[in-house]
């Protein structure tokens, strides 16, 4: 059991407010660090899961996971450690609710509110994949509805990476029988232990949330793992329009839903931007919309100018941008596999292997799609000799060798599976035209050169500019899990261009 703590209690550095919540991981506190002199989310260990050593690896582990994710949308790990034989992490506490307290009632929420909550989250989602880190758990009461000041938008934080793994793990430390994610958004192949799983997986959940977002339903019912399990694998993706939704949502939750995760979205961002763009075409069309579903007027905000400064302690949030799923993106039809019984699957979960880094984003280009000037003269000013021939891929760009001058980058995806590296390159620059693509091994040291598997990876990218201010600024205008990275000799390849 759990050390029962109650208010004014002292652990560790901290000093207990009240309890806030249970669950089979431990025990939940709002607490006061004393040190530091604010309030945490202190979560408690399970003493009984404790003795578990495969537990007590993968608790230890979530805080090192999490703590690697530093981004606006993503709840705060601030420490872990052990204290008295209790294992312990501290966390960014949130006041508010999550985004399952508004349709508890079974009711969907507003469109615009929806829109904006998985707009959020998948930027969230986007900088943990690109990181190499899945979630596996997105649902509604995974994400924070934070409390905002007079006058701004909700603030909207993803918690819970506890059950993420990163790429580095391995098969032992995968605890058997042990079906991590919520079944009600879980992706179908979550339920085969022959299958690695990938960034996929949290598109699956996304829409799935979405859905609910929209409906007040979850998108398969049943009273039984089974029938839920069945749902997932078996049962056509469900449509809003059924509930008195717009058509152009259908289309969306399909595509999110698909069974074949090779015909979903890419990303979780190309997803938003879906949902973003058809709500907004919505909205141009005139057409009524639901009662429920009304936009809320806001106005002009500094929600809309990234540059702007917003009051103290107010969150702005990243900039709108342009769809990155365009109507015409085609996806590849890859060999069915035969499915293992959904019971069978309940026995292990597969392990973890990330195997497509995707981080999209869009940046300004002219009407017709090409790269401007100072990109060209980039990518035609090397200084060393251009790739070999036989590194270039089968794809519709000629491979790329940018010179090393201290230019910038923003890099909107990464192929690193043998194998998948034409396709996934198509279908980034077929999504981003003007973008280009390069293989990291050989240009710079400044970009990683190979994954931790030893694979090469080939980059989609776009040039920057030559300060920091210009990457962020793009970085900022795209959204999602765009990066930037510095073209050199001297930067140290695991560097980010912090914005």
């Known amino acids: 059991?759990?050390?029962?703590?109650?208010?004014?209690?002292?652990?560790?550095?901290?000093?207990?407010?009240?309890?806030?919540?249970?669950?089979?991981?431990?025990?939940?506190?709002?607490?006061?660090?004393?040190?530091?002199?604010?309030?945490?989310?202190?979560?408690?260990?399970?003493?009984?899961?404790?003795?578990?050593?495969?537990?007590?690896?993968?608790?230890?582990?979530?805080?090192?996971?999490?703590?690697?994710?530093?981004?606006?949308?993503?709840?705060?790990?601030?420490?872990?450690?052990?204290?008295?034989?209790?294992?312990?992490?501290?966390?960014?506490?949130?006041?508010?609710?999550?985004?399952?307290?508004?349709?508890?009632?079974?009711?969907?929420?507003?469109?615009?509110?929806?829109?904006?909550?998985?707009?959020?989250?998948?930027?969230?989602?986007?900088?943990?994949?690109?990181?190499?880190?899945?979630?596996?758990?997105?649902?509604?009461?995974?994400?924070?509805?934070?409390?905002?000041?007079?006058?701004?938008?909700?603030?909207?934080?993803?918690?819970?990476?506890?059950?993420?793994?990163?790429?580095?793990?391995?098969?032992?430390?995968?605890?058997?029988?042990?079906?991590?994610?919520?079944?009600?958004?879980?992706?179908?192949?979550?339920?085969?232990?022959?299958?690695?799983?990938?960034?996929?997986?949290?598109?699956?959940?996304?829409?799935?949330?979405?859905?609910?977002?929209?409906?007040?339903?979850?998108?398969?019912?049943?009273?039984?793992?089974?029938?839920?399990?069945?749902?997932?694998?078996?049962?056509?993706?469900?449509?809003?329009?059924?509930?008195?939704?717009?058509?152009?949502?259908?289309?969306?939750?399909?595509?999110?839903?698909?069974?074949?995760?090779?015909?979903?979205?890419?990303?979780?961002?190309?997803?938003?931007?879906?949902?973003?763009?058809?709500?907004?075409?919505?909205?141009?069309?005139?057409?009524?919309?639901?009662?429920?579903?009304?936009?809320?007027?806001e106005g002009p905000s500094s929600r809309s100018d990234p540059t702007s400064v917003a009051p103290q302690g107010a969150y702005v949030a990243p900039t709108m941008m342009r769809p990155h799923h365009p109507a015409n993106f085609a996806y590849p039809s890859p060999p069915q596999k035969n499915k293992k019984s959904a019971f069978a699957a309940l026995a292990v979960v597969g392990t973890l292997a990330f195997t497509a880094l995707l981080a999209w984003a869009v940046l300004s280009v002219g009407d017709s799609g090409e790269p401007d000037a100072e990109a060209v003269k980039t990518l035609s000013t090397s200084d060393t000799p251009r790739p070999a021939t036989d590194l270039a891929l089968d794809v519709t760009a000629p491979i790329t060798q940018p010179a090393c001058d201290g230019s910038g980058i923003v890099v909107l995806g990464s192929a690193v599976t043998p194998g998948r590296y034409d396709a996934e390159v198509q279908q980034m620059l077929n999504a981003f035209p003007g973008a280009a693509y390069l293989r990291t091994d050989q240009v710079c040291s400044s970009l990683r050169p190979r994954t931790e598997a030893g694979n090469p990876i080939y980059a989609v990218y776009r040039y920057a500019g030559r300060v920091q201010s210009e990457v962020c600024s793009a970085v900022r205008a795209a959204g999602g899990g765009a990066y930037g990275k510095w073209l050199d000799k001297t930067t140290d390849p695991g560097y980010i261009i912090p914005c």
């Open 1 to 297: 059991m759990t050390a029962t703590l109650s208010a004014g209690d002292g652990f560790a550095s901290y000093r207990i407010v009240r309890l806030i919540g249970a669950g089979g991981m431990g025990t939940m506190y709002l607490a006061h660090d004393d040190d530091l002199d604010r309030p945490v989310a202190l979560k408690l260990m399970s003493r009984g899961l404790a003795d578990d050593a495969d537990l007590k690896a993968r608790f230890l582990r979530e805080a090192k996971t999490a703590a690697r994710l530093d981004h606006p949308n993503i709840v705060s790990v601030y420490a872990r450690g052990v204290h008295e034989g209790q294992l312990y992490i501290a966390m960014q506490f949130i006041e508010g609710s999550d985004a399952s307290w508004p349709i508890k009632a079974g009711h969907g929420m507003p469109m615009d509110r929806a829109v904006r909550i998985v707009s959020e989250t998948a930027a969230a989602l986007d900088f943990a994949h690109v990181r190499g880190i899945l979630h596996r758990d997105v649902k509604p009461a995974n994400i924070l509805l934070a409390q905002s000041e007079s006058g701004q938008l909700e603030r909207v934080l993803l918690a819970d990476f506890g059950i993420a793994k990163a790429l580095e793990d391995t098969a032992d430390q995968t605890h058997t029988g042990l079906v991590l994610a919520s079944f009600q958004y879980a992706a179908p192949e979550q339920f085969d232990p022959q299958v690695t799983l990938d960034h996929r997986v949290d598109v699956y959940a996304l829409g799935a949330t979405f859905y609910h977002l929209l409906t007040g339903q979850q998108p398969f019912s049943g009273s039984t793992m089974a029938q839920l399990i069945s749902g997932h694998l078996h049962q056509a993706p469900p449509r809003p329009s059924a509930h008195g939704l717009p058509m152009e949502f259908d289309r969306i939750i399909a595509t999110a839903l698909a069974k074949n995760r090779e015909h979903r979205y890419p990303t979780c961002g190309a997803l938003a931007a879906d949902a973003r763009d058809a709500f907004a075409a919505l909205n141009r069309s005139g057409r009524p919309l639901p009662p429920s579903a009304t936009p809320t007027a």
